[in-house]
């Protein structure tokens, strides 16, 4: 009885060069249904007939290139005829490969990508830190002199004035806006080299101009040119606009993106920006304008020359907080979503073995009528491109859909759009390389594995051949790979989870439950100088009347948003060195009893220091211990009271020595009041906004309790513990489904085996162990692998990790044996079906069938 191999073989002999395809493929379908008469049909017959015929035209000397379209054209049959196996693979691919783009798209805008600028590598930010040591606080404007004296130094070849508006009001045609604006200088434009889509820079001679970016141009006034000359108001100035800036430009601040630059056309303080000359050094610029900045300190009196410095920073990138603070979050994410698409990879490469062991019929069939290991390579790379190249395009949708959710656990009102995910030429060349990178990874074992067709072997469908063998091999070293790479993935996992466990559970001081803060602004309300303190205490007076409430006070700076200032003075009888400084923070009336921050001895502030207007200050137990360690400091200084610590700058930050004072003079602005409340804070929040209401309806008004606070304080925290919990489940599951793989093979191909020993009088608990003998031997290999690497791993990434750990080190031992019993676990639920299974065998029938 011929087989189809053999019908194909003697077909083979017959054909001649210079014959039609079309005959030649005539004849092997001739072939097939001689075959198909005979009895031995094969389901994959006309697949055989298409492969042979890409054998013949090999032969023909067809383009190489005409050789990959017919490749691609059999992949994407091949994945239309394997829906579950196209199904899986291209999904854990595209989460993997959309993963590390959006990571990818994140780093890129955030700490590569440099502003459409002139000289972005020599473009620096001036800054002029005051204090000492650990205390310094940086300075966020200059005064005009300053300026002129920069200029005057020659150190810098353009000196640029710039600084961002705290929630300004900008009214267009009698409608307001909510835009970010930049107040700047009149040479920004024409010094930073920013190309203008129509209209013009400001100059000196416009007075109050203005700049719209593309995008509010495009967004409000649908890209109109007649929108030049028309004005826009901001406060209670009102300014010509004069240009649209280029479409890419959103200004200095990659967290405040502008839409609106504006420039009053006088000198006035503003931050500093400037390009450093190609011939002076960084450190001679940075001495240099040390020497102003403490001369001006003398000039004028307020701050002792000594306490002041000068540090340039680069700007070609941007000025951003949001670099600053997750830099380090972003490259341990990095690393992360990189495991993770290792891990797809391995998982996918097991698969594709699974697969190729299925297709070693087809491969010698291919072999039998002449292709080459090359051209059989070839093909198979061909189908892992492919499986890449349509991951990859689903990628994008992942990618975008990562970037919105890592956005949206930052502290801000608003994701900056400078960070939105844009498919740009940089986006799609990461997608295509890391496509390319993953089809390499999890294509080339598997295709060199099957290339390898012994011909006499394989024509005979020997079931025991070394290629079996070794592919099985192969298989069990891809799945030990998965189990490394997921213990490497839980480690990471829980150390971050534990971080945000222990930063949680920290005592911060003071009550937080049942604790709201209500932010206002006032400047929008039209409220003038001197009239900001009235409204705050008709506040008070009315939020203390609502249902619910116990207790209200205030503090001149939110509490959990940098609730004090850098304070550096000498105090009579205190030991205090020249360099030391301190935090003061002003507060109101009963701060200390609505807060429920603890009075150690002494007392707090009364109404008659309020009205007296007395200076007097109450200290907390760090400013006690630094400075008055051997004597109670109440009554020395001013100071009436001592407190104890509370954490009122953030969660993570430790308490510093601080003195809090009454808040005495008129305040600009009404920053934050706290209310203590009894009752539901929900409902007494819907309360405190009627009453805001009342007062004046056009006030900005913010309502959060300190619970909200702390967790946007501790968003870095919560986006790095969720993202890599994240990617470990998604490691456990595919680790999970490459160990029931392994298990069930193994079970499946010992059937005949198993049998027997059970027919012997084996237990079943004996027969469970010989099953799964060589899984647990692939999965201890893999855990072991994987427990050393994260070792090592941790050790090296220490830099990185312990910025973000808290209250443990990354070589946490508690951490990694928990990883490696999750793993345990993972591998006994993986094994429970197959086990079943094997004890489950019919010996007589084993018996049979052998």
Not at 558 to 571: D, H, L
Request: hydrophobic fraction near 50%.
């Amino acid at each position: 009885m011929k087989t189809l191999r053999e019908w194909l073989l003697r077909a083979w002999a017959t054909f001649k060069p210079g014959r039609a395809d079309a005959d030649m493929e005539a004849e092997l379908r001739a072939h097939v249904a001689i075959a198909a008469e005979h009895g031995r049909h094969e389901p994959h017959a006309g697949h055989v007939v298409t492969q042979a015929m890409d054998a013949l035209r090999d032969q023909r000397g067809l383009p190489w290139l005409d050789r990959v379209a017919q490749d691609t054209r059999y992949a994407l049959r091949g994945l239309r005829r394997s829906p579950l196996f196209a199904s899986v693979a291209v999904l854990s691919l595209a989460l993997g490969i959309g993963a590390n783009t959006a990571l990818f798209s994140l780093v890129d805008d955030l700490l590569l990508r440099s502003l459409p600028v002139r000289g972005p590598a020599h473009l620096v930010h001036v800054r002029q830190p005051v204090g000492k040591g650990t205390m310094k606080k940086p300075m966020l404007s200059f005064s005009p002199a300053i300026f002129e004296d920069v200029r005057a130094s020659g150190v810098m070849a353009d000196v640029i004035g710039q600084i961002p508006l705290d929630r300004p009001i900008v009214t267009i045609d009698g409608v307001q806006e909510t835009t970010n604006v930049e107040e700047v200088s009149g040479n920004y434009f024409r010094d930073l080299g920013v190309g203008l889509a129509i209209g013009r820079a400001p100059e000196a001679s416009d007075g109050p101009a203005a700049v719209l970016s593309h995008g509010l141009w495009t967004r409000r006034f649908a890209k109109d040119p007649s929108v030049l000359g028309r004005a826009l108001t901001v406060g209670t100035t009102t300014y010509v606009i004069v240009g649209v800036a280029a479409p890419r430009f959103m200004g200095m601040s990659i967290d405040v993106p502008a839409s609106v630059w504006i420039s009053s056309g006088r000198p006035m303080p503003l931050g500093m920006i400037a390009h450093l000359r190609p011939d002076v050094s960084e450190a001679q610029a940075t001495a240099t304008l040390q020497s102003i900045f403490q001369e001006a300190a003398r000039r004028e009196g307020r701050i002792p020359p000594e306490f002041v410095s000068a540090e340039l920073l680069p700007a070609g990138r941007g000025i951003s907080q949001l670099r600053i603070v997750y830099e380090r979050p972003l490259q341990a994410m990095t690393i992360l979503v990189a495991l993770v698409l290792l891990l797809t990879c391995s998982n996918v490469g097991s698969l594709l073995m699974v697969r190729n062991a299925s297709r070693r019929h087809e491969l010698t069939v291919r072999v039998a009528l002449g292709a080459t290991r090359t051209r059989l390579l070839l093909q198979y790379m061909v189908e892992a491109v492919v499986l890449a190249v349509i991951s990859g395009a689903l990628a994008l949708a992942v990618a975008r859909w990562g970037v919105s959710i890592v956005l949206s656990m930052l502290p801000v009102s608003a994701p900056p759009a400078t960070l939105a995910f844009d498919a740009d030429a940089r986006v799609l060349a990461f997608i295509g390389v890391a496509s390319l990178i993953s089809a390499m990874l999890f294509g080339v074992a598997p295709a060199w594995r099957a290339s390898r067709v012994q011909l006499s072997g394989d024509l005979r469908a020997s079931q025991g051949s070394s290629s079996g063998r070794s592919s099985r091999r192969l298989g069990r070293v891809l799945v030990a790979c998965q189990v490394a790479l997921s213990v490497l993935l839980l480690v990471g996992a829980g150390l971050f989870v534990q971080t945000l466990r222990n930063l949680w559970n920290v005592d911060v001081g003071f009550k937080p439950d049942s604790l709201l803060q209500v932010s206002i602004d006032t400047r929008g309300a039209g409220y003038r100088e001197g009239q900001v303190g009235g409204v705050r205490q008709l506040l008070l007076e009315r939020v203390a009347t609502i249902p619910g409430v116990q207790s209200v006070s205030y503090v001149r700076n939110g509490v959990m948003q940098n609730a004090s200032t850098r304070m550096a003075a000498r105090m009579p009888g205190l030991n205090i060195d020249p360099d030391d400084n301190w935090e003061s923070a002003e507060v109101g009336p009963a701060f200390f009893e609505t807060m429920g921050t603890p009075l150690l001895r002494g007392r707090t502030f009364s109404p008659e220091d309020f009205v007296e207007d007395r200076l007097v200050y109450v200290a907390n137990e760090a400013f006690v211990k630094r400075f008055s360690p051997n004597r109670d400091p109440v009554g020395i200084a001013g100071i009436i009271g001592v407190v104890r610590d509370a954490r009122i700058v953030g969660v993570r930050t430790p308490e510093g020595p601080r003195l809090f004072q009454h808040a005495r003079k008129e305040p600009d602005r009404i920053n934050s009041v706290l209310v203590r409340t009894t009752g539901d804070s929900p409902v007494t929040a819907a309360s405190i906004r009627e009453a805001v209401r009342a007062i004046n309806p056009r006030l900005f008004l913010e309502i959060r309790t300190l619970r909200q606070e702390m967790e946007r304080d501790l968003a870095r925290e919560r986006m790095v513990a969720a993202t890599s919990t994240f990617f470990s489940l998604l490691g456990l599951l595919l680790a999970m489904i490459g160990i029931f793989g392994v298990a069930s093979y193994t079970v499946a191909q010992r059937t005949n085996e198993l049998g027997i020993r059970m027919a012997l009088g084996a237990g079943r608990g004996r027969v469970v162990v010989e099953s799964l003998r060589e899984t647990m031997i692939v999965f201890g290999a893999g855990l072991t692998a994987g427990i050393v690497a994260a070792v090592i791993a941790v050790r090296l990434a220490a830099s990185v990790m312990s910025e973000l750990l808290f209250g443990l080190t990354p070589t946490d031992s508690l951490t990694i044996a928990g990883a490696g019993l999750a793993m345990v676990a993972v591998a006994a639920l993986a094994c429970i079906l197959p086990a079943r299974h094997a004890t489950r065998i019919d010996p007589l029938v084993a018996i049979r069938h052998d």
